[in-house]
Structure formats: C-alpha cells, structure tokens
C-alpha cells in the first residue's frame, strides 16, 4: 500500500525541541518530493516547505524560515520536521505530504502528527 | 507572494443541489497551476483537482475545476451526503506555494 505514516502526537514544553517524522512506503521515496503542512487549530492550511529526499534539497517558506528544520534520510524513507525551541504558537497538526509531478502540490498525505505545546 | 482568497466562507446546501465555489488570486497564475482539496473533520486533505481542471485519480466525476488567470472554480454537480466538507485551494505557480483559506460546505 502507498502511504505516509507519521509519528504520534507530541505534547512539550516552551523551549524544548522536537523531531517528528514521516515514512514513505509502497513507492520509490526519492522519486517525489515530500512537504510539511501546518494546521492551526480551526484554522486553514499553510504550506511550510518541502524535500527532495534523494539529495535533500530543500526549500522553505519564508513565513517558516529559520524556524523549522526539514530534513531526510533516504535510506529508511523518511522525512523530519524539527524545531529546537517550541513556542505555544507552534501548537497545531502537522501533515506531511507527497508532492505530484514536481508543482509542489501533494497527491498522498500522511494522517497528521498533533504537537501541543503548553507550559 | 500570491494571496488566494476563496468565497464564499460557507456555503449552505442540500443533498442534490449544485456547489459553486471560488477561488481567486492577487496575481495571475496561469490556467494550470492551481489544486483543489477537499478536508473532512479529523482527516488529512485529499486532492481533488490539479492544473486548475484535470481530476486527480478516483475523484468522482461531479467534481470539476475550471478558471484561468486570477478566477477558478470549483464544480460539485450533485451533492452527495458525504461532500460536505472544507475546501480549499492552492496555486503552484510561485514560492512560496500558498493555500486559500477555505470554503466550508455543510448541510442546509
């Protein structure tokens, strides 16, 4: 089966850091680019940035630049999103998602990775 | 950055009934490079449409996508009970890539 499997929800604490991740399978992992998608609760979608596994070039948002991290590691298809310090305002869904024919627009998503963060 | 504004926020209908919904963008994007997706309660977005008008794979043919330029819509001919969602639009033509805000669908 072609899918993405996340990991579990988070809850932290302001100023920790954090790693979620994503793992391809059921296709060829470094064939599409992977990108990361913010859900603020109740609220809509918001494109972060995204990966190209086989050779990790990465682009970002500018409205997420120099606050996340996105990163891969091939060999076991999968792709990370991380933060070194969180804020409340980080609290949200995130969604990582397989890009299709290369437009940055996503044709598999993964269900989700809830982070809470609260002091 | 190209800001997608969708309308209306919410849209009322009824089983049956035709879903016209918008979306339209502060500078042109073309006519192929805009996504519609569909986002039901608790779940991950699903894609809908890609290049403003082609249906993306198992997607049922009462959901079309038209428009070019800076005005696109999106087509529900015939709701059925389980259409009722959000929708949302996403153009690809610029970095960084960015989503309307959404239209709800929900039952009259």
């Known amino acids: 089966e072609v899918q993405l499997v996340q990991s579990g929800a988070e809850v932290k604490k302001p100023g920790e850091s954090l790693k979620i991740s994503c793992k391809g399978s059921g296709y060829s992992f470094t064939s599409n680019w992977i990108g990361w998608v913010r859900q603020m609760p109740g609220k809509g979608l918001e494109w972060m940035g995204i990966?190209?596994?086989?050779?990790?070039?990465?682009i970002y948002s500018p409205s997420f630049q120099g606050r996340v991290t996105i990163s891969a590691d091939k060999s076991i298809s999968t792709a990370y999103l991380q933060w070194s310090s969180l804020k409340a305002s980080d609290t949200a869904m995130y969604y990582c998602?397989?890009?299709?024919?290369?437009?940055?627009?996503?044709?598999?998503w993964g269900r989700g990775t809830l982070v809470t963060v609260s002091s | 950055e190209i800001v997608l504004t969708q309308s209306p926020g919410t849209l009322s209908l009824s089983p049956g009934e035709r879903a016209t919904l918008s979306c339209r963008a502060s500078q042109s994007i073309s006519s192929s490079y805009l996504a519609w997706y569909q986002q039901k309660p608790g779940q991950a977005p699903r894609l809908l449409i890609y290049g403003a008008s082609s249906r993306a794979t198992g997607i049922p043919d009462r959901f079309s996508g038209s428009g070019s330029g800076t005005d696109f819509t999106l087509t529900i001919s015939r709701l059925e009970p389980e259409d009722f969602a959000v929708f949302y639009c996403q153009q690809y033509l610029n970095s960084p890539r960015t989503f309307g805000q959404g239209t709800k669908v929900e039952i009259k």
């Open positions: 990966i190209y596994p086989a050779d990790s070039d990465t």
């Open positions: 998602a397989r890009d299709k024919g290369g437009g940055w627009y996503f044709d598999l």
